[in-house]
């Protein structure tokens, strides 16, 4: 970093926007990571817990809560390492490229949550017709989904718009 810095002429305020880029894009990466792993819907029975599915049914039990691994795999954690080395790319190389791969990513990422993910928030499932009361609920895997999706579209649509070509 140091000889980075002894070389280059551009002063602070000029890299703020590749930071920014950088940042934005890093942060959409890690709630991509965090959204795979953490609940994205579950199911709340009329007593208030799975527990009682459990005791009688416990394969059923296994949908009161389903996390972001469970609905669609890897991806989210995939999608995140790729929005990582694109966010570096866009922000800190300046790579147009690299930034529209970021927007793409980011469309990938919002259509999973809205096109996958959101369409069961509100379905109970094999749970409901069993248990009468039974309700769907969005957790907050995605919520998280969905601003990682926002912030890395936004991340790369700032660089592409905002910032131009680099000079040559």
Known sequence: MAAASRGSTASAP????ALAVTGAGLLAAVLMGMAD???IVSVDVASGSCEVINDSDPALAD???????ERHGPALLLL???TAAMAWGAGMGASRPAA???VAV??????IALLVDLPVT????AIGPRFEGARAQAEIGFTLELAAGVLAVLAGAVRLLL???PSS
Do not use: I, K
């Open 63 to 69: 949908g009161c809560v389903q996390s972001g691994f």
């Open 100 to 102: 529209a791969a970021l």
């Open 106 to 111: 980011g469309l990938v990422v919002l259509g």
């Open 163 to 165: 910032f131009g070509r």
């Open 122 to 125: 509100d379905d109970t499932g």
């Open 14 to 17: 000029a890299r703020a926007p």
């Open 37 to 39: 792993l953490l609940p």
């Open 80 to 82: 995140g390492l790729v």
